[in-house]
């Protein structure tokens, strides 16, 4: 009897741990980029007017988003200027004051049209560019995970094996659970992977906003920014049932001892 009780609560257990909510953000249907839901940070536009190349472009018209500048910023060879490179980036508005966000996975379709870099972005803080930038770069085709703070990049790991290409559609599942952080990518029409291809463990931030962003990085030649978003979830893990029914079976097997 006690052995059929504990199979029972462990196949419960196994059920529940499985479950994670699946939040559809936006797959920008709408034509619009809701300013209800999204913040926009456009470095291409100063107190002083659009710089030369600006200002930068957030268009949902196509039903997709597409980030992009209206000219041709200029390189800056050898260093990451998060400022001067064209950056744009649309911030989910409640993940800024709700704590889910920070844990979980940020999921999209993306396709680069210039030889730029496109990142899905977590914990960000927008007013200092600090954030953990998954990134893709279509000007040398690696997969990145990068930790931005104060706007200067540390390169936490590339993604073996994979590249990608100007024009291409990517699925990207970007995860920060606790101190590890995840990226899965796999093209459109192939088949999706059962695993992460890079994991890397940094514990600098733990909670902040959620991101769309698109721009020069450091080497990039004079080009416009072109990238496209679409079809944006989060996925939600539900660690707590299967601590709460872990301990019950625990407590089950002590109980058992003592009898």
Same mark, same amino acid.
């Given at each position: 009897?006690?052995?059929?009780?504990?199979?029972? *609560?462990?196949?419960?257990?196994? %059920?529940?741990?499985?479950?994670?909510?699946? *939040?559809?953000?936006?797959?920008? %249907?709408s034509g619009v980029l809701d300013p209800t839901l999204w913040i926009q940070l456009d470095t291409n536009v100063t107190d002083d007017g659009p710089k030369p190349w600006g200002p930068g472009v957030f268009d949902a018209s196509s039903g997709e988003l597409n980030l992009r500048t209206t000219g041709v910023v200029p390189a800056t060879p050898g260093r990451f200027e998060p400022e001067n490179g064209g950056f744009l980036a649309a911030g989910w508005l409640a993940s800024a004051v709700d704590p889910t966000f920070s844990n979980?996975?940020?999921?999209?379709?993306?396709r680069i049209d210039t030889p730029v870099a496109a990142s899905l972005n977590l914990r960000s803080d927008l007013t200092t560019f600090s954030s953990y930038n998954f990134n893709l770069n279509a000007d040398d085709g690696i997969f990145r995970i990068v930790r931005f703070e104060n706007g200067a990049g540390q390169l936490l790991g590339e993604l073996p094996g994979v590249t990608l290409s100007q024009g291409e559609d990517w699925w990207v599942?970007?995860?920060?659970i606790g101190n590890q952080h995840s990226m899965k990518v796999w093209q459109v029409g192939s088949a999706e992977p059962d695993q992460p291809q890079l994991t890397v463990t940094d514990d600098t931030f733990s909670q902040g906003m959620l991101g769309l962003g698109a721009g020069l990085s450091a080497g990039d030649m004079d080009t416009m920014v072109n990238a496209t978003f679409d079809d944006v979830t989060f996925i939600v893990p539900e660690p707590h049932s299967a601590a709460i029914i872990l301990s019950g079976i625990f407590a089950i097997g002590l109980a058992v001892r003592r009898r």
């Amino acid at each position: 009897m006690l052995k059929t009780r504990l199979t029972a *609560i462990v196949f419960m257990f196994m %059920s529940i741990s499985c479950v994670a909510q699946e *939040i559809l953000l936006d797959d920008f %249907s709408s034509g619009v980029l809701d300013p209800t839901l999204w913040i926009q940070l456009d470095t291409n536009v100063t107190d002083d007017g659009p710089k030369p190349w600006g200002p930068g472009v957030f268009d949902a018209s196509s039903g997709e988003l597409n980030l992009r500048t209206t000219g041709v910023v200029p390189a800056t060879p050898g260093r990451f200027e998060p400022e001067n490179g064209g950056f744009l980036a649309a911030g989910w508005l409640a993940s800024a004051v709700d704590p889910t966000f920070s844990n979980g996975t940020l999921r999209a379709k993306m396709r680069i049209d210039t030889p730029v870099a496109a990142s899905l972005n977590l914990r960000s803080d927008l007013t200092t560019f600090s954030s953990y930038n998954f990134n893709l770069n279509a000007d040398d085709g690696i997969f990145r995970i990068v930790r931005f703070e104060n706007g200067a990049g540390q390169l936490l790991g590339e993604l073996p094996g994979v590249t990608l290409s100007q024009g291409e559609d990517w699925w990207v599942e970007a995860t920060s659970i606790g101190n590890q952080h995840s990226m899965k990518v796999w093209q459109v029409g192939s088949a999706e992977p059962d695993q992460p291809q890079l994991t890397v463990t940094d514990d600098t931030f733990s909670q902040g906003m959620l991101g769309l962003g698109a721009g020069l990085s450091a080497g990039d030649m004079d080009t416009m920014v072109n990238a496209t978003f679409d079809d944006v979830t989060f996925i939600v893990p539900e660690p707590h049932s299967a601590a709460i029914i872990l301990s019950g079976i625990f407590a089950i097997g002590l109980a058992v001892r003592r009898r």
